[in-house]
């Protein structure tokens, strides 16, 4: 059955109730630095991100994609962009078509066809001195456009290793179902996303916001969650704020 990509089915609904508000705010408190990003600037870097795979890179419906990052806007935008491209997310390199890492992980990247590092900058800077073979992943999306046309796909052709289209869409459904997440929360995670892409997925699917933190200093999180207006905690208890897990 053809219908919506993963990003489709995610991102649409929050962008129709509001594109302008806050879907993404991503601290590093290592470096001293805060982002917040709305759904439709989230869009916006997903859809550089998979015009730049479809038409550079040869990503085609079907194709592996492997993405090795950590928690951060960035990795927002490859992960939506990479599922509009109807690819399927992978941790592993071997024999993808395209595998985006940050620059620290550079060597798990080998065997895919096209290699590209991500700068992680708050900023979306891009970066210099790459190896040989190695793409820019911000320098060359940038000027990609700003918005992207998908092609219909199989509801149950993969989305992950282990998932199709439709059983990605319906697990985080009810994923954030099950942990009481609705639209306006604002979700604070302090650790990593899993495999299955919790928490970010959910988030979406509930049509929510998150506040990402890393390097958060633990005694510093209430009054983080107080000038965010946090509403829920994924994987850390925070005075007067609920955690769900």
């Not at 129709?16 to 001293?32: F, K, M, Q, S, V």
């Not at 096209?114 to 800077?125: F, K, R, T, Y």
């Not at 604002?186 to 299955?196: E, I, M, P, S």
Request: glycine share 10%; with cysteine.
């Amino acid at each position: 059955m053809r219908g919506l990509t993963v990003t489709d089915a995610l991102l649409g609904p929050v962008l129709l109730d509001d594109a302008a508000a806050p879907l993404i705010t991503h601290y590093d408190d290592d470096a001293g630095t805060r982002i917040e990003l709305s759904g439709a600037t989230v869009a916006n870097w997903a859809a550089k991100t998979a015009n730049w795979l479809r038409d550079e890179l040869d990503v085609a419906p079907g194709d592996r994609v492997a993405v090795l990052l950590p928690p951060h806007w960035q990795t927002v935008g490859v992960l939506l962009g990479a599922w509009w491209c109807g690819a399927v997310i992978s941790a592993d390199a071997a024999g993808a078509v395209a595998a985006l890492g940050s620059v620290d992980r550079l060597a798990e990247l080998g065997g895919a066809d096209e290699i590209a590092a991500v700068s992680l900058d708050a900023l979306g800077a891009g970066l210099r001195d790459l190896p040989d073979g190695v793409r820019d992943h911000a320098s060359e999306a940038r000027v990609h456009g700003d918005l992207f046309r998908p092609v219909p796909v199989d509801e149950s052709a993969p989305a992950t290793p282990s998932a199709t289209v439709a059983e990605l869409v319906a697990a985080v459904a009810a994923r954030a179902a099950a942990l009481g997440l609705v639209s306006g929360d604002r979700v604070l995670c302090t650790g990593a996303w899993g495999a299955d892409g919790d928490p970010l997925l959910p988030v979406l699917a509930a049509r929510a916001a998150l506040v990402q933190c890393t390097g958060a200093v633990p005694s510093d999180l209430a009054t983080r969650c107080a000038q965010e207006r946090v509403t829920a905690s994924f994987d850390v208890a925070v005075d007067g704020v609920r955690t769900v897990r």
